[in-house]
């Protein structure tokens, strides 16, 4: 085989390819990081001295009940953002300084209050020894009180998948990242009569910061036979998600270039996937790498490192390198 033509393209994992859509999606302005702890901190030392000192002391238990609510409902919509890291820290304060709460969080859930029953809700879910079918019930309770977190977990729950696309609906509309890039991929499965639905979801997680919505709406609007105006978006979109360390982005971004005959640049983020464990990207650094004959031996690297991970199609790629056909193991 001639590896100077080029062979087909390993990009994302996807069964469907739609016919283009209307629209792209612009990138928001970066978000701005808001420190959470400080103010809390303070809050919180406020509230236990008037508990202490006995002044409004069933004011300030109420008010750390509601502090704790806002925080718990924090923690849900930064997660479904694609920021776990900021949320398991409040979730983690919430558990070290404020497990008093909870007698009057559950009170508030009983009188019907959303937030009181998301967060009975999501402290659940991240109990490692909760029960499946409690958070289940805690999910299908909030959800009936209007809460887009419980709307989302509630989809979880249901085995039909007409019943779990409407909850999942349900949360979209409310603004759920999470469940807004779900619909997204169904819609995208669903072919081409879902194309304008796959744009809009995907766009809307993509806007919010959740990373593996950057990276799947960067290849949608990217692909080759999306309308040139959308790929104009694409790039951007996945290196943004690249530069949050999605690997797939950072494939498919060296799959753009490379498309792009700019082998320099797809080379460059093709190592940087490869580099971060994707065995996909392995093998497109194998097979740019392979291009040269100086190439050869790295090339044979790279494709064994693919084939360790599983990815056979290395194997056929490693036995048409001249420097392996010519006999002996290349160093």
Same mark, same amino acid.
């Given at each position: 085989?001639?590896?100077?033509?080029?062979?087909?393209?390993?990009?994302?994992?996807?069964?469907?390819?739609?016919?283009?859509?209307?629209?792209?999606?612009?990138l928001?302005?970066?978000?701005?990081? =808001?420190? #959470?702890?400080?103010?809390?901190?303070?809050?919180?030392?406020?509230?236990?001295?008037?508990?202490?000192s006995?002044?409004?002391?069933?004011?300030?238990?109420e008010?750390?009940?509601?502090?704790?609510?806002?925080l718990? =409902?924090?923690?849900?919509?930064?997660?479904?953002?694609? $920021?776990?890291?900021?949320?398991?820290?409040?979730?983690?304060?919430?558990?070290?300084?404020?497990?008093?709460?909870?007698?009057?969080?559950?009170?508030?859930a009983?009188?019907?209050?959303?937030?009181?029953?998301?967060?009975?809700?999501?402290?659940?879910?991240?109990?490692?020894?909760?029960?499946?079918?409690q =958070? +289940?019930?805690?999910?299908?309770?909030?959800?009936g009180?209007?809460?887009?977190?419980?709307?989302?977990?509630q989809?979880?729950?249901?085995? $039909?998948?007409?019943?779990?696309?409407?909850?999942?609906?349900q949360?979209?509309a409310?603004?759920?990242?999470?469940?807004?890039?779900?619909?997204?991929?169904? +819609?995208?499965?669903?072919?081409?009569?879902?194309?304008?639905?796959?744009?809009?979801?995907?766009?809307?997680?993509?806007?919010?910061?959740?990373?593996?919505?950057?990276?799947?709406?960067?290849?949608?609007?990217?692909?080759?036979?999306?309308?040139?105006?959308?790929? =104009?978006?694409?790039?951007?979109?996945?290196?943004?998600?690249?530069?949050?360390?999605?690997?797939?982005?950072?494939?498919?971004?060296?799959? #753009? #270039?490379?498309?792009? $005959? $700019?082998?320099?640049?797809?080379?460059?983020?093709?190592?940087?996937?490869?580099?971060?464990?994707?065995?996909?990207?392995?093998?497109?650094?194998?097979?740019?790498?392979?291009?040269?004959?100086?190439? +050869?031996?790295?090339?044979?690297? #790279?494709?064994?490192?693919?084939?360790?991970?599983?990815?056979?199609?290395?194997?056929?790629?490693?036995?048409?390198?001249?420097?392996?056909?010519?006999?002996?193991?290349?160093?």
């Amino acid at each position: 085989m001639n590896l100077l033509l080029r062979p087909a393209l390993l990009v994302l994992s996807l069964s469907f390819l739609a016919p283009g859509v209307e629209a792209g999606c612009t990138l928001p302005r970066d978000k701005t990081p =808001v420190d #959470w702890r400080v103010p809390a901190e303070q809050e919180l030392s406020t509230l236990r001295k008037q508990v202490k000192s006995k002044q409004k002391a069933n004011e300030a238990r109420e008010a750390m009940a509601n502090m704790a609510v806002t925080l718990w =409902v924090r923690s849900n919509r930064l997660e479904a953002e694609g $920021d776990a890291s900021t949320a398991n820290a409040i979730r983690r304060f919430l558990r070290d300084q404020l497990p008093d709460t909870e007698w009057r969080i559950g009170y508030q859930a009983q009188n019907n209050d959303q937030g009181a029953a998301e967060a009975i809700l999501t402290r659940l879910r991240v109990d490692p020894k909760s029960d499946p079918k409690q =958070v +289940c019930n805690a999910a299908f309770r909030a959800a009936g009180l209007g809460s887009a977190e419980g709307q989302f977990r509630q989809a979880q729950c249901v085995t $039909d998948g007409l019943e779990s696309r409407r909850y999942l609906e349900q949360a979209a509309a409310s603004g759920h990242a999470a469940a807004q890039e779900a619909l997204g991929r169904i +819609c995208l499965n669903e072919g081409a009569g879902s194309a304008d639905c796959t744009t809009r979801w995907l766009c809307r997680s993509a806007q919010s910061g959740r990373k593996e919505a950057q990276s799947l709406l960067g290849w949608w609007l990217g692909r080759a036979e999306a309308p040139s105006a959308d790929r =104009v978006d694409a790039e951007a979109w996945l290196k943004r998600a690249a530069e949050q360390g999605d690997r797939s982005a950072m494939n498919n971004l060296g799959e #753009w #270039w490379e498309r792009a $005959d $700019d082998f320099n640049q797809s080379l460059i983020w093709y190592r940087k996937a490869a580099t971060a464990g994707q065995p996909e990207a392995m093998v497109n650094v194998g097979r740019l790498l392979a291009r040269s004959p100086d190439g +050869c031996a790295e090339a044979a690297q #790279w494709f064994d490192r693919a084939a360790a991970q599983g990815l056979s199609l290395a194997n056929e790629y490693r036995a048409k390198l001249p420097c392996v056909q010519a006999g002996g193991n290349p160093k």
